[in-house]
């Protein structure tokens, strides 16, 4: 990192922006954190791909399979309880080869909340509603005037509890002038240099498809709305209108809707759907597949995947979310930073997870000058444009399988309760079950508002009782062939 030297009144800034990191005080955990109990499988190909990537074995890779779980059942139950002071989470690969969730918060008995649910924490000065409050300072600014090409990204770095703003090294005054005229607070922003321009990886994708202006790019995740099938994208790809065909030059589609900048997504409609089933599963470009089993967003520090033709299927981890980037003809919001690398022609393309959960389809990333890819770099930037928000725009629903024939729904595992403390007080509630069709799951408990989670086959219930306290937990999972219902009941507190 380059130190700055300036003669200007914002000399107290500069050094903020360059030297400033926030101190965070470690508080070991008293809980370990809950093991999950099924154990997903792990195909050979994915398994390569994350030793070559990740450096992880396959005794490290179904460590991580199982920590990723935990830390998605758990995360929302911490943002509950520590509201106003929770200052965001992140999976962390620890130096005894375990992965574990590290809940960061802005004071000690908020710590003792997260501690509870078996994460390590950080005490931080800034909680994540005040770091979101002067992203959105920045977002704003962006928005309003035209953002100097050499501030190439900024985002919120849970880590350092900051606001990071990347720029090339002979923008730097500019960075500092944009972080002054946002109005932020200097201690909460950090100077970084990019390590190359962002610029979209349109032209040539994973999954491939031709494009009626002359482009080709690729398939995210296959899609439904009512009886239209089809695939998401990215949206620089091409505008809506635009048509689409295979390599094999069969008729595809057309671009239903698109948006770039400010979001990077869009959706293609099959116009001919017998030519093109949908299937769910992304190639990993080794002769095999990932499944796709549902999109459940994953935490800073979680591995993930994408798969693209440029350069095949790689892997990285979440480096940080709500990430806004300068592609030069306008700012992109609300992306997701990884260091799975990709190139020009990666555009599109699906991010997922280990364990299959869709994340969202490539964006671009930082490219180092006269190379069409960054997987030379280390760490490579990417940024991936998040799914969730496709469909929630489009109305359109994550294509997981074909319907089943319906039944009704099976309960096979209920572990009911699993403490978190020595005191028995915190605890959760584990099942997983198979259901047929449209399905609803349902806990009953001691909470009106519990901390749930449902992936479509796992769920879990995290809740705190009171010590003596009599409790009883239900799960209902219901289709429209009838409900399925597991109940436990016990006390709270230490055993007698």
């Known amino acids: 990192m380059r130190r700055i030297r300036s003669t200007s009144p914002k000399r107290g800034l500069v050094a903020a922006l360059v030297l400033s990191a926030t101190m965070l005080a470690p508080i070991a955990a008293t809980a370990a954190p809950p093991v999950d109990p099924s154990e997903p499988a792990i195909n050979q190909q994915l398994l390569s791909a994350m030793r070559r990537d990740l450096g992880l074995d396959a005794q490290q890779a179904k460590r991580y399979l199982d920590a990723e779980r935990s830390a998605m059942a758990r995360t929302p139950e911490a943002k509950k309880r520590l509201g106003a002071a929770y200052a965001g989470s992140w999976l962390e690969h620890g130096k005894d080869g375990r992965f574990r969730l590290v809940v960061a918060a802005t004071n000690a008995d908020a710590a003792e909340q997260a501690r509870a649910l078996g994460a390590e924490t950080r005490i931080v000065k800034r909680s994540l509603a005040q770091l979101d409050a002067a992203m959105g300072r920045l977002d704003q600014l962006g928005k309003r005037s035209r953002t100097d090409a050499g501030i190439h990204a900024w985002y919120l770095d849970v880590k350092t509890n900051q606001l990071v703003i990347e720029a090339d090294f002979k923008a730097q005054d500019a960075a500092l002038d944009f972080a002054a005229r946002s109005g932020v607070d200097a201690g ?21 498809y031709n494009i009626s202006n002359g482009d080709w790019c690729s398939i995210g995740f296959p899609v439904t709305r009512g009886a239209d099938t089809g695939f998401v994208t990215a949206g620089h790809c091409g505008g809506a209108g635009l048509t689409t065909t295979g390599t094999n ?20 409609r099959l116009t001919n759907p017998g030519a093109w089933p949908l299937q769910n599963w992304v190639t990993n470009y080794a002769g095999g597949t990932v499944p796709i089993n549902g999109s459940n967003p994953a935490p800073v520090g979680a591995a993930i995947c994408r798969s693209g033709a440029r350069t095949g299927y790689r892997c ?44 969202g389809v490539t964006s671009g990333g930082q490219l180092p000058f006269g190379s069409n890819d960054n997987c030379a770099v280390n760490p490579p930037v990417t940024y991936h444009q998040p799914l969730l928000p496709i469909l929630n725009q489009y109305g359109l629903t994550l294509y997981t399988g074909p319907v089943a024939p319906t039944a009704p729904p099976v309960i096979s595992q209920f572990d009911c309760p699993v403490f978190l403390d020595p005191d028995r007080t915190g605890f959760y509630c584990d099942a997983s079950y198979s259901s047929s069709g449209a399905t609803t799951v349902k806990w009953f408990g001691i909470d009106p508002e519990p901390s749930t989670y449902d992936d479509g086959a796992n769920t879990w219930y995290t809740a705190v009782c009171d010590i003596g306290e009599r409790v009883r937990v239900t799960l209902r999972v219901t289709n429209a ?16």
Request: proline share 5%.
């Open 188 to 208: 909460a922003v950090r100077f970084q240099e990019s390590r190359g321009k962002p610029t979209p990886f349109n032209i040539i994708g994973g999954e491939q």
């Open 249 to 268: 030059g069969v008729a595809q589609g057309v671009f239903q809707a698109s948006n770039f900048p400010g979001t990077d997504f869009a959706w293609i």
């Open 316 to 359: 990285g981890t979440i480096v940080s979310t709500n990430v806004t980037v300068n592609y030069g003809i306008g700012n992109v919001n609300g992306l997701v930073q990884s260091s799975a690398c990709a190139g020009r022609g990666d555009s599109g393309g699906s991010f997922i997870t280990p364990a299959g959960q869709a994340q």
């Open 481 to 496: 062939d009838g409900s399925a219902w597991r109940s436990a009941l016990f006390n709270c507190g230490p055993a007698l």
